[in-house]
T-cell receptor, first 114, second 109 residues
Framework: KAGVTQTPRYLIKTRGQQVTLSCSPI?????VSWYQQTPGQGLQFLFE???????NKGNFPGRFSGRQFSNSRSEMNVSTLELGDSALYLC?????????????FGPGTRLLVL | GQQLNQSPQSMFIQEGEDVSMNCTSS?????WLWYKQDPGEGPVLLIA?????ELTSNGRLTAQFGITRKDSFLNISASIPSDVGIYFC?????????FGQGTELSVKP
């Protein structure tokens, strides 16, 4: 069974631009969660999607948004990029909503904002 | 908001040594999770704990759910070079998973 895949793996953007990251969950998994990982703040929950609806949200500004498609694939978007948005963005999928112990993480997309 | 305080932040040990790390919170948790993250990869779940006092093993790894429900411990016995990585504790809070700051483990052959 293929794992969680994230594209692209690396990305360089400049301040003010916007970026879209993609996540394909494990086949059969219906929940997708997104996390931001930085050296200073560690791993922080962004949001969780299930059945194409955002079910839970972390404490991030509205510049961070996401969506989920009918095939459970998910995208997250960051608009008006700031230097502090440089981070590893991790996607995790699980079979059902809020099943953290059955959550599998992808390798992440490393975003550098210049 | 709730925070998980993980210690130590880093450890440098000799191959074969045992390792202990812990995670504490000011609030009660009903579930404790321990993850390992290798460079360039996402975290991988090592052990899940669901009951106060529970002791669970996964090979050379043993984790315990503290009696107070405010802490958890992870022990690695007889460390080997592939144990290198960052270890995180985590717990769910209102459906959101919060993580400790991680313990970076280095193993000298």
């Amino acid at each position: 069974k293929a794992g969680v895949t994230q594209t692209p793996r690396y990305l360089i953007k400049t301040r003010g631009q916007q970026v879209t990251l993609s996540c394909s969950p494990i086949s059969g998994h219906r929940s997708v969660s997104w996390y931001q990982q930085t050296p200073g703040q560690g791993l922080q929950f962004l949001f969780e999607y299930f059945s194409e609806t955002q079910r839970n949200k972390g404490n991030f500004p509205g510049r961070f948004s996401g969506r989920q498609f009918s095939n459970s694939r998910s995208e997250m978007n960051v608009s008006t990029l700031e230097l502090g948005d440089s981070a590893l963005y991790l996607c995790a999928s699980s079979p059902q909503l809020t099943q953290q112990e059955t959550q599998y993480f992808g390798p992440g997309t490393r975003l550098l904002v210049l | 908001g709730q925070q998980l305080n993980q210690s130590p932040q880093s450890m440098f040990i000799q191959e074969g040594e045992d390792v202990s790390m812990n995670c504490t919170s000011s609030s009660i948790f009903n579930t404790w999770l321990w993850y390992k993250q290798d460079p360039g990869e996402g975290p991988v779940l090592l052990i899940a704990l669901y009951k106060a006092g529970e002791l669970t093993s996964n090979g050379r790894l043993t984790a315990q759910f503290g009696i107070t429900r405010k802490d958890s411990f992870l022990n690695i016995s007889a460390s080997i070079p592939s144990d290198v990585g960052i270890y995180f504790c985590a717990g769910p809070v209102w459906g959101k998973l919060i993580f400790g700051q991680g313990t970076e483990l280095s193993v000298k052959p």
